[in-house]
């Protein structure tokens, strides 16, 4: 899942730099996906400007956890390990089923995210690009080229893609990669606290600041992605079995009232909601933030703990067993110590991902910024899902277009399905291993040399050899 943020720069949010955020990672990111499905918490502001915060020796540093080792002077770093994942070049003919996919719908879905993607390209470039990142540029160049593509047909639509891009496969050790599922939820609620509707949902406090931008959250690989601003500096902001025992009362900060505590924390892991309210109006809720303690998965940690098995663990088991026995299910829903908050927006388009434009059901992708520039096309080959394509397995180009804190590596995706409960099920059936076709720029392309990223990246592409 994944749905989320206002542009928080816009609204006067505090940001920290990457260097601030290294020098806050005292904890090790422990965000493992689980059989539950990853569902993801994901949005955030687009390439927002960064300010600094207090040097990092005023910065109360959270414990160390067991498995974190910390630097001592004259300790040598660790040679540098190969990369994980290179580019394969290949042709369109290379991907399955792409003659049959509907290229105008993925079309249209590009075409939604190229504003933010041409302006992301007249910023700065925050930090060196990584892994398989396209420059934000060379995608820009395309997104003119769809915009001056009038009255877009299947065939026109087919022949831009073949035309701007060139697809490339993630090759990797493993072979494959693995997509998820998420969707917004659909739910009953109140503006107050009112009969059934006693568990509150919180929009984000005026002293919680980024340390990262929001949608680079989840490929910061250890600390903290978001701190509480204080008179004496800044400070690790309350867990969620903190907020949830009444760290946040008395601040007004109550959004909406729904009934289920089970479905709230559901609504926190797919990042957004659709509420029927008391008085007959519906609104959006969408993330703005979140406490910036990593995520954790609690289904992985009761098949870890033996209560569940993981061959029956889904969204429907693990909501049965949380609801079984309320306080239990609190307590292990307290093992996720991530907390998120959330903004109202109209019943308009559909929840926001990470670029700040209306999700598309079956064609939005939530991806790792790490490897991959958001608006980047990504045909997606997934055999076994059987269950959300027409025939066959699930092949389609979709558009990364989101992100999520559990969401990471260079072949690991969540597929946004919709609102409701149709959609909930798709998604809560969704953990298929399948690979990415990253499509990148054609003007990236070199003399026959694949793509020459050796300058700005740390290895280059590896050029399929012709028949």
């Not at 590009?110 to 990584?130: D, N, V």
């Not at 790792?368 to 997934?382: A, E, K, N, Q, R």
């Not at 399948?434 to 990236?444: C, D, E, K, R, S």
Request: glycine share 10%.
């Amino acid at each position: 899942m994944a749905a989320r943020t206002a542009a928080l720069g816009s609204r006067g949010k505090s940001h920290a730099t990457m260097a601030d955020a290294r020098a806050l990672a005292a904890v090790r990111w422990r965000a493992t996906a689980s059989a539950v499905a990853v569902f993801v918490v994901a949005g955030g502001s687009y390439a927002e400007p960064a300010s600094k915060l207090p040097p990092q020796s005023t910065i109360p540093q959270p414990a160390m956890s067991k498995d974190a080792t910390p630097q001592t002077p004259g300790t040598k770093l660790a040679p540098a390990k190969p990369p994980e994942a290179k580019l394969e070049r290949v042709t369109f003919g290379d991907l399955p089923s792409w003659e049959a996919d509907e290229h105008l719908a993925a079309f249209k879905t590009f075409l939604k995210s190229c504003e933010a993607t041409i302006k992301a390209a007249a910023k700065p470039a925050s930090g060196a690009p990584a892994q398989c990142k396209v420059p934000s540029g060379e995608l820009a160049a395309a997104c003119r080229a769809a915009q001056n593509l009038k009255a877009p047909t299947k065939a026109s639509a087919k022949a831009f893609f073949e035309n701007q891009f060139v697809p490339h496969r993630i090759a990797h050790a493993k072979g494959q990669g693995l997509l998820t599922g998420y969707y917004e939820p659909v739910l009953e609620g109140s503006r107050t606290a009112q009969g059934k509707f006693q568990t509150p949902v919180y929009r984000r406090p005026p002293d919680l600041v980024n340390v990262v931008a929001e949608a680079d959250r989840a490929s910061m690989p250890t600390g903290l992605t978001h701190v509480r601003q204080t008179a004496a500096g800044v400070a690790p902001f309350p867990t969620r079995a903190e907020i949830e025992q009444g760290a946040l009362t008395g601040q007004s900060l109550e959004l909406l009232y729904l009934e289920d505590p089970v479905e709230v924390f559901f609504m926190h892991i797919q990042g957004s909601g659709r509420i029927h309210l008391t008085d007959g109006t519906t609104v959006r809720i969408n993330y703005d933030g979140k406490n910036g303690h990593p995520y954790s998965s609690i289904g992985r940690y009761l098949i870890d703990q033996g209560l569940v098995d993981a061959g029956k663990m889904s969204m429907q088991a693990l909501g049965k067993w949380l609801r079984a026995d309320k306080e239990r299910g609190q307590k292990v829903m307290w093992q996720n110590q991530s907390f998120i908050f959330f903004r109202e927006l109209d019943d308009s388009d559909g929840p926001m991902g990470a670029m700040q434009v209306a999700l598309t059901p079956g064609r939005s992708l939530a991806v790792d910024t790490g490897y991959h520039t958001l608006g980047t096309p990504i045909y997606l080959s997934v055999p076994e899902l059987a269950h959300a394509a027409k025939r066959g397995g699930f092949n389609r180009l979709m558009v990364a277009q989101d992100v999520g804190s559990a969401i990471k590596g260079p072949e690991r995706g969540d597929i946004y399905f919709g609102s409701g409960v149709k959609a909930g099920k798709l998604a809560g059936t969704t953990r298929h291993a399948g690979n990415f076709y990253v499509l990148l720029p054609a003007v990236t392309q070199t003399a026959g040399q694949g793509i020459r990223f050796g300058e700005r990246l740390p290895w280059e592409t590896i050029v399929k050899a012709a028949p």
